[in-house]
């Protein structure tokens, strides 16, 4: 039987957007194969799964659309509103002119009138170009701020976007964006877990009514190799043993207890069902007080996002840069 999940009100503005489930499936996956993210929509759809979470540079819109038609088709799904879906604008993208069309783009990839949440992906903007995943450092351009959000309150204004936001925005990020804003966002997705725990961007998020939804929170994202701080941590170990539960159930109800939404990836159908069975149990004082404790270390760099060679002319790195304390 699937599980149901609760659901967290998100500010927008003076107006309250549709609520989200408290947690999301990831479909972020290099390569993409088609079939094998469409199956595992329709799995997590399955275990209860509600909220999806995609993004034009992941190339996993049409497969997740197509799933979802599906699962309507199946029964899965009584209508469109049952899912809560989320796209991301990517940085080639992030000019005042191009945001409504690369929305409408998503779209049509997704088969859908409308997203749930819309998000700028980085606060990074590069020459129009190739959707790629790593840009020349000379492609690197000013982030208009205003501009773009402009055209982001737009994309809300049509309807396209239920709710708008960001990803892997900082503080400094945030306080240039809120300046121009007429519509705050309502959501901020960053890299968030146990060893990267956000505590200063959360807290700033908390006092301007931002929600903060967390990717790679069961330490992902390890394209250097590392080893994966959060699944291999002996503290988390330690408290799984003694809850009974997964190191990762344990990351993700930690997560949850914050006032956050993981956005958690697996294609594998029990660990889906595995992912939600969260809500029925509680860590201790003495469980948040280990987890307080553990070394961090972040994974993602705004570094990631260039090629190794040539260096930045029309931009100052410092004012990309996501690692904050």
């Known amino acids: 039987m699937a599980r149901a999940v609760p659901e967290v009100a998100l500010q927008h503005g003076d107006e309250r957007a549709r609520p989200m489930p408290a947690v999301g499936m990831g479909t972020a996956e290099f390569p993409v194969v088609p079939e094998r993210t469409r199956g595992a929509v329709l799995a997590a759809l399955e275990v209860g799964f509600r909220h999806f979470d995609t993004a034009v540079l992941y190339g996993t819109e049409a497969a997740l659309g197509d ?7 199946r029964g899965l799904l009584a209508s469109r509103e049952e899912a809560f879906v989320t796209s991301k604008l990517w940085c080639t993208q992030c000019h005042a002119d191009l945001v ?3 929305l409408r783009e998503s779209l049509r990839n997704l088969q859908m009138e409308y997203v749930d949440l819309y ?7 590069v020459k129009p170009g190739p959707i790629v995943l790593q840009a020349k450092k000379e492609d690197a351009v000013p982030f208009d701020f205003e501009g773009v959000w402009r055209a982001m309150e737009e994309c809300h204004r049509l309807g396209l976007a239920k709710a708008i936001g960001v990803s892997n925005f900082t503080t400094k990020h945030l306080d240039n964006l809120l300046a121009v804003a007429t519509i705050p966002p309502a959501v901020n997705q960053v890299e968030m877990n146990p060893v990267w725990q956000q505590k200063t961007l959360r807290e700033y998020c908390a006092k301007k009514g931002i929600h903060v939804t ?11 190799g590392d080893n994966n701080n959060v699944m291999e941590s002996p503290v988390l170990a330690e408290i799984a043993r003694a809850r009974g539960k997964s190191v ?5 109800r930690w997560i949850y207890e914050q006032g956050v939404t993981p956005i958690v990836k697996s294609y594998n159908k029990e660990r889906l069902k595995q992912n939600l069975e969260i809500f029925d149990w509680e860590l201790t004082e003495d469980d948040h007080r280990k987890i307080n ?13 260039f090629s190794p060679g040539g260096e930045f002319t029309s931009i100052d790195f410092s004012d990309i840069e996501i690692v904050e304390e």
């Open 293 to 305: 404790q553990i070394p961090q270390k972040k994974i993602v760099t705004a570094a990631l996002l």
């Open 67 to 73: 799933a979802l038609v599906e699962a309507a088709r």
């Open 100 to 102: 409504l069309p690369s």
């Open 119 to 125: 998000l700028i992906h980085w606060p990074i903007s």
């Open 214 to 224: 967390a990717y790679s929170p069961l330490g992902g994202q390890n394209w250097r």
């Open 248 to 252: 990762a159930q344990v990351s993700l």
